[in-house]
């Protein structure tokens, strides 16, 4: 029952996405992909698209690599007070958006940093630190640290063994975070609409201004696209996982 209530504001969404009038109504008196074609051939939809994706990428690239080096200094490493350091990374996830939205704006406006893709790629791979170190941190404690010293003893570095062992252990894991990072970025709003500028408007805050100045059925059919791409990163890291496990159950 609960997941009823959970999806059918969804459903209902994509429902309306079909309609053809030009106001939003559901159900829809005649189906049609007109707002789907004028989605498509809009110059500003598709460059605030691009700029979301290439955001995403870059923040999913950043909080992979940075939440793997720390998820493996934390794991193997034989330091005291990690639980303190878990804590502190953790914090984008305690404290509210809107606050460390502001504290961002506030550091970028004196740098000069408003608008910038690169600048707004490394807040929100902030804010996606917290979920990919928990991922990782959980596929590293899988790998048998016996396996690495095994490499060790056979004159391998801690570097190769690092690289040639580690990594290929924990790709489902790094893949994971890949995708949950990307649909974070992808999906910020409150950050973006304090970072982003007028040269790199994403998605969501595109989204919010139209919606402040014109409740157009385009949001509808924009909405259904952004929920396909969801539900298509997520199966595809289900499937990757899946089958990542059965080679290595036959190995």
């Known amino acids: 029952m609960l997941c009823i209530v959970l999806i059918a504001p969804i459903a209902i969404v994509v429902i309306m ?4 009038s030009s106001y939003m109504a559901f159900p829809p008196t005649t189906l049609s992909v007109k707002w789907y074609q004028a989605f498509f051939s809009s110059p500003e939809w598709m460059e605030s698209l691009v700029t979301s994706f290439v955001i995403a990428l ?8 940075l ?5 493996y200094s934390l794991v193997r490493g034989t330091y005291g007070n990690k639980k303190l350091l878990v804590s502190f990374c953790l914090l984008p996830l305690i404290i509210p958006t809107i606050i460390t939205a502001v504290a961002l704006y506030f550091t970028s406006v004196p740098l000069d940093l408003v608008g910038s893709k690169l600048w707004i790629a490394i807040c929100h791979a902030m804010l996606a630190i917290p979920v990919v170190l928990l991922i990782l941190i959980s596929a590293l404690q899988n790998i048998d640290i016996s396996v ?4 060790e003893v056979f004159g391998a570095s801690k570097f190769y063994t690092f690289r040639h062992v580690v990594i290929p252990l924990a790709v489902p894991g790094i893949l994971s975070s890949l995708f949950f990072s990307f649909l974070t970025s992808f999906d910020e ?3 973006s609409l304090f970072l982003s500028g007028l040269d ?5 805050v595109r989204i919010w201004n139209s919606l402040l100045m014109n409740m157009e059925p385009v949001i509808a059919a924009i909405s259904t696209f952004l929920i396909a791409i969801t539900v298509v990163l997520l199966l595809l890291e289900v499937v990757f996982r899946k089958s990542r496990n059965k080679q290595l159950k036959r190995a």
């Open 17 to 20: 996405s079909f309609g053809e």
């Open 148 to 151: 690495e010293r095994a490499a």
């Open 67 to 71: 939440g793997f080096l720390g998820a």
């Open 189 to 191: 709003l409150i950050v």
């Open 58 to 65: 870059l923040a999913s690239v950043i909080a992979t690599t």
């Open 200 to 204: 790199s408007e994403t998605m969501p």
